[in-house]
């Protein structure tokens, strides 16, 4: 009875302190969940993986767009311009969650190019950019992008976003756009999503009420169990398997090295080499 009461209080402790860190991060975040598990490698730098960047199997935390301000890509490059320097992920700019058109398919966590508003006289402007009051949107992105053995800037030229919203990219997608209508034909062919009403289109502007939240930190590798789980593990860089195992190794083996030592300085403590003379006596 003893035993089975101790394992029942260790449970309901364990289940308290997971239910308050669940807490405090919903109340930090301000989103539900607050975090997210990434499935793809669409945002990943390097071919192994590197903390700091966004790879499949990393968990990140969900930040509510009401409590941050999204900054684009073209704010964060802008010389001399209020958010000039601002990086996120190894790259200049935010990275956001959206749902693709509003609809239900799993959220798509990629970069924030360029923000595009109505102007009052009826065009679109763009933040961090010169483009004011344009009918089309032609910028040309300090991002390199690899194409017939050479290397060219990403450039969107004539692009008309439709309306308000962001224009998007993974890092990792050479320099394909999200948005089908703002790529070149040598660029790719962009994303396709379900709308609200069920059907299947390519992916519009960003609307704001589409945005789930802004990436924040990042806790690497632990994701990877969910997706080993559900055998979603494809994309998963294979070094991140053997960072999990030795993390993994050293939290188990932490508590077991910290009861040795806590032993050992007791054993050596002037009070416990008193009490044994005493007792000796």
């Known amino acids: 009875m003893g035993e089975a009461w101790s394992w029942m209080r260790e449970a309901v402790l364990a289940g308290g302190l997971i239910a308050t860190l669940i807490t405090v991060l919903v109340l930090m975040t301000g989103s539900w969940p607050p975090m997210v598990v990434i499935e793809s490698n669409s945002m990943q730098h ?30 964060a490059t802008e010389e001399g311009g209020v958010y000039e320097n601002y990086e996120s992920h190894g790259m200049p700019g935010d990275v956001i969650i959206y749902q693709k058109n509003g609809g239900t398919d799993t959220p798509v966590i990629h970069r924030a190019l360029l923000e595009v508003v ?3 006289s009826g065009g679109w402007d763009a933040p961090g950019t010169t483009l004011r009051n344009v009918e089309t949107i032609t910028w040309t992105f ?31 997608n050479d320099c394909m756009i999200d ?8 660029q790719g062919p962009g994303l396709s999503g379900t709308n609200s009403d069920g ?16 990436a924040g930190a990042e806790i690497p590798w632990v ?5 080993g789980l559900s055998n979603n593990s494809d994309s998963v860089p294979s070094s991140t398997w053997t960072k999990l195992a030795f993390t993994a190794f050293i939290l188990l083996a932490i508590p077991a090295i910290w009861e040795r030592v806590a032993n050992r300085v007791m054993e050596t403590a002037p009070e416990v080499a008193q009490a044994q003379h005493e007792e000796e006596e």
Request: aromatic letters at 6%; a negative charge; charged letters at 25%.
């Open 223 to 227: 994701g990877a169990i969910k997706l």
């Open 46 to 75: 390097d071919e192994n993986g590197e903390i700091g960047s966004i790879d499949a199997g990393d968990l990140v935390l969900v930040m509510s767009d009401d409590r941050k301000n999204i900054i684009t890509f073209a704010e």
């Open 118 to 120: 109505a102007n009052e």
């Open 199 to 214: 059907s299947v289109g390519p992916v519009q502007t960003v609307k704001g009420e589409w945005v789930v939240g802004v």
């Open 142 to 172: 300090d991002i390199q992008c690899p194409y017939h053995g050479g290397e060219y800037d990403l450039k969107v030229e004539n692009w008309d976003p439709v309306h308000e919203g962001f224009l998007t990219k993974g890092d990792n």
């Open 179 to 186: 948005q089908p209508a703002a790529n070149a034909q040598n």
